[in-house]
C-alpha cells in the first residue's frame, strides 16, 4: 500500500540487471550518459529520428539544437551521481533534481526558468483472490516529468507505472507528437489518469464485497463484527489512493488553463479533458472514504446490538436461575424450626414452586424478545 521502497545506491547493483538498459551509454564517453538511462531518442516532425545505440544525452541534445525536434530521455531510479551529467547538461534546477532523485514527493507542478518540473504518483491495483485484514490493494509509485523547449526527462520510481509502451504509442501518432514536449507532458498525465480510472473501478468491486457482507445476514451462530479489520484496510488503501489523485487537481487545472510558453495551445484542450477525467476520480475516491466511513460506522454499531443481545440473554437466565437459588438458599439455612422441613409434602411443593416460576419468567422474558 504505501510507496515502494526504493533502493539507494548500496543495491543499485542488483537493480540494474533487472531493468533493461539500452545500448549506447557509456559514461566513459560521457558525463551525460547514465546506466539509469532505460531509452534516450530525438523526435522530429513527429517522428524517431536517431535512437539510443547511436548517441548519449548529450549528444542527443546538441543535435536537436542544432537540427530541430526534442529530445526525450527516461530514466528509472537513478543515484544522485547516475543523474548529475545530465542534469549539468539540460541545466535543470537543483531543487527539482533532489526531488526527482529522493522521490517520496507529493503530486505538484513547478516552473524553474524555462523548465516545468511535474510529479505524477502512479497507482497500481494489486489483484487478490479474496480481500482480507491484511490486503494490500493499491501500490505506488512516482513519475518526474522534466519539460523544456526542447526535451522532455522523465523519471520513474517503483517498480509499475513503465512508459515504454506510452512511447510506442505516441510514437504511433506523430500528428500529436509533433507538438514537441508539451503533448509527451499531456500523454503522460492522461497515461496516470486512466490508471487512476481503472483502479477505482477496481476497488469500487472490493467496496461493493464489503458492503454486502456488512448487510448480510449472518450465518446462525456467526457474530458480527468480523469485517471491521477488512474495512478498516480498505480505507487505508483508499486514503492512500487520495493521497495521489487530490493534490494533482491543481496542476492539472493550471496545465489546461493558464497559458504557459512551454505548452502549445492545441495541447492545452487535451489537458482539459485530462483535469475532467482527474476531477471525476477524485470525486469517487471521495465518495469512497465517505461510504467506508458509513460502512464501517454500520459494521460497530451491528457488533454492538449483537454483543446487547447477548447481554439480555445472560441477563434473562441469571434471572431465572435466581429463582431456585433464592429457595434452595433459604431451605439450606438448617434452621430446627422452620416451616414444611419435616412436612411430606414439602420437597414437591418446593420443586412445583420453582419449576412455576422459572416457566413462568422464561414465558415472559421470551414475549418481549429478549429470549
Given at each position: 500500500?504505501?510507496m515502494?521502497?526504493?533502493?539507494?545506491?548500496?543495491?543499485?547493483?542488483?537493480?540494474?540487471?533487472?531493468?533493461p538498459?539500452q545500448p549506447?551509454?557509456?559514461?566513459?564517453?560521457?558525463?551525460?550518459?547514465?546506466?539509469?538511462?532505460?531509452?534516450?531518442?530525438v523526435?522530429?516532425?513527429?517522428?524517431?529520428?536517431?535512437?539510443?545505440?547511436?548517441?548519449?544525452?548529450?549528444?542527443?541534445?546538441?543535435?536537436?539544437r542544432e537540427?530541430?525536434?526534442?529530445?526525450?530521455?527516461?530514466?528509472?531510479e537513478?543515484?544522485?551521481?547516475?543523474?548529475a551529467?545530465?542534469?549539468?547538461?539540460?541545466?535543470?534546477?537543483p531543487?527539482?533534481?533532489?526531488?526527482?532523485?529522493h522521490?517520496?514527493?507529493?503530486?505538484?507542478?513547478?516552473?524553474?526558468?524555462?523548465?516545468?518540473?511535474?510529479?505524477?504518483?502512479?497507482?497500481?491495483?494489486?489483484?487478490h483472490?479474496?480481500l482480507?485484514?491484511?490486503?494490500e490493494?493499491?501500490?505506488?509509485?512516482?513519475?518526474?516529468?522534466?519539460?523544456?523547449?526542447?526535451?522532455?526527462?522523465?523519471?520513474?520510481h517503483?517498480?509499475q507505472g513503465?512508459?515504454?509502451?506510452?512511447?510506442?504509442?505516441?510514437?504511433?501518432?506523430?500528428?500529436?507528437l509533433?507538438?514537441g514536449p508539451?503533448a509527451?507532458?499531456?500523454?503522460?498525465?492522461?497515461?496516470?489518469?486512466d490508471g487512476?480510472i481503472?483502479v477505482?473501478?477496481?476497488?469500487?468491486?472490493?467496496?461493493?464485497?464489503?458492503?454486502?457482507d456488512?448487510?448480510?445476514?449472518p450465518?446462525?451462530?456467526?457474530?458480527?463484527g468480523?469485517?471491521?479489520?477488512r474495512?478498516y484496510?480498505?480505507?487505508?488503501?483508499?486514503?492512500?489512493?487520495k493521497?495521489a489523485?487530490?493534490?494533482?487537481?491543481?496542476?492539472?487545472?493550471?496545465?489546461?488553463?493558464r497559458?504557459?510558453?512551454?505548452?502549445?495551445?492545441?495541447?492545452?484542450?487535451?489537458?482539459?479533458d485530462v483535469?475532467?477525467?482527474?476531477?471525476?476520480?477524485h470525486e469517487?475516491?471521495?465518495?469512497?472514504?465517505?461510504?467506508?466511513?458509513?460502512?464501517?460506522?454500520a459494521?460497530?454499531a451491528?457488533?454492538?446490538?449483537a454483543?446487547?443481545?447477548?447481554m439480555?440473554?445472560?441477563?434473562s437466565?441469571?434471572?431465572?436461575?435466581?429463582?431456585?437459588?433464592m429457595?434452595?438458599g433459604v431451605?439450606?439455612?438448617?434452621?430446627d424450626?422452620?416451616p414444611?422441613?419435616?412436612?411430606?409434602?414439602?420437597?414437591?411443593?418446593?420443586?412445583a414452586?420453582i419449576f412455576?416460576?422459572?416457566?413462568?419468567i422464561?414465558?415472559?422474558?421470551?414475549r418481549?424478545?429478549?429470549l
Amino acid at each position: 500500500m504505501s510507496m515502494l521502497p526504493y533502493l539507494r545506491a548500496a543495491v543499485r547493483p542488483s537493480l540494474r540487471k533487472s531493468t533493461p538498459v539500452q545500448p549506447g551509454y557509456d559514461a566513459t564517453r560521457d558525463p551525460s550518459a547514465s546506466s539509469a538511462v532505460v531509452d534516450c531518442a530525438v523526435y522530429r516532425d513527429g517522428r524517431r529520428v536517431l535512437g539510443p545505440a547511436c548517441l548519449t544525452p548529450r549528444e542527443a541534445i546538441r543535435r536537436v539544437r542544432e537540427d530541430g525536434g526534442f529530445v526525450w530521455i527516461g530514466l528509472h531510479e537513478p543515484t544522485e551521481a547516475e543523474f548529475a551529467g545530465i542534469a549539468a547538461t539540460f541545466g535543470l534546477h537543483p531543487l527539482a533534481v533532489e526531488d526527482a532523485v529522493h522521490a517520496h514527493q507529493r503530486p505538484k507542478l513547478e516552473r524553474y526558468d524555462d523548465t516545468l518540473f511535474t510529479v505524477f504518483k502512479t497507482i497500481h491495483y494489486v489483484e487478490h483472490a479474496e480481500l482480507t485484514a491484511t490486503s494490500e490493494v493499491v501500490e505506488t509509485g512516482e513519475v518526474m516529468c522534466f519539460t523544456g523547449p526542447d526535451f522532455v526527462i522523465t523519471v520513474r520510481h517503483g517498480g509499475q507505472g513503465s512508459l515504454k509502451g506510452l512511447r510506442h504509442r505516441l510514437q504511433d501518432d506523430p500528428e500529436l507528437l509533433s507538438k514537441g514536449p508539451s503533448a509527451v507532458l499531456h500523454s503522460i498525465a492522461d497515461h496516470v489518469v486512466d490508471g487512476y480510472i481503472a483502479v477505482a473501478a477496481a476497488m469500487q468491486d472490493d467496496i461493493d464485497e464489503v458492503e454486502s457482507d456488512v448487510f448480510a445476514a449472518p450465518a446462525k451462530g456467526s457474530a458480527r463484527g468480523g469485517d471491521a479489520g477488512r474495512i478498516y484496510q480498505l480505507k487505508r488503501e483508499v486514503l492512500e489512493f487520495k493521497r495521489a489523485v487530490s493534490p494533482l487537481l491543481r496542476p492539472m487545472e493550471l496545465l489546461s488553463e493558464r497559458p504557459m510558453r512551454l505548452v502549445d495551445p492545441d495541447i492545452q484542450k487535451y489537458f482539459r479533458d485530462v483535469a475532467d477525467h482527474l476531477a471525476r476520480v477524485h470525486e469517487q475516491v471521495v465518495g469512497f472514504d465517505e461510504l467506508l466511513n458509513s460502512i464501517l460506522q454500520a459494521n460497530l454499531a451491528q457488533a454492538t446490538v449483537a454483543q446487547n443481545e447477548d447481554m439480555r440473554k445472560i441477563t434473562s437466565w441469571a434471572a431465572i436461575i435466581a429463582v431456585p437459588t433464592m429457595i434452595c438458599g433459604v431451605y439450606g439455612m438448617n434452621f430446627d424450626h422452620m416451616p414444611e422441613l419435616r412436612w411430606e409434602y414439602g420437597y414437591p411443593m418446593v420443586m412445583a414452586t420453582i419449576f412455576g416460576a422459572c416457566f413462568t419468567i422464561h414465558r415472559a422474558l421470551r414475549r418481549h424478545g429478549w429470549l
